[in-house]
């Protein structure tokens, strides 16, 4: 089964929680690079804060896809 993360600073991806999505709070880029790294293999759609999109913009994947939220 593939999974659903969400990935960025804690106000704008905790209530993804709600439902059912993994959520990694990260406050700055090299945590949002971590977090990136250790993602689960089964996570097939990461759901992205702006300020995490940009920690993430040299990171080239075609998977997990990547969404990004308004901002």
């Given at each position: 089964m593939s999974g659903i993360a969400a990935l960025g600073e804690?106000?704008?991806?905790?209530?993804?929680?709600?439902a059912g999505a993994l959520v990694l709070?990260?406050?700055?880029a090299h945590a949002v690079r971590d977090a990136w790294a250790?993602?689960?293999?089964?996570?097939?759609?990461v759901v992205l804060t702006p300020?995490?999109?940009?920690?993430?913009?040299?990171?080239?994947?075609?998977r997990p896809l990547r969404v990004v939220l308004p901002a």
């Open positions: 804690s106000h704008r991806v905790e209530g993804f929680a709600l709070v990260a406050a700055d250790r993602l689960p293999d089964d996570v097939e759609v300020a995490a999109a940009s920690a993430l913009e040299a990171v080239v994947q075609a």
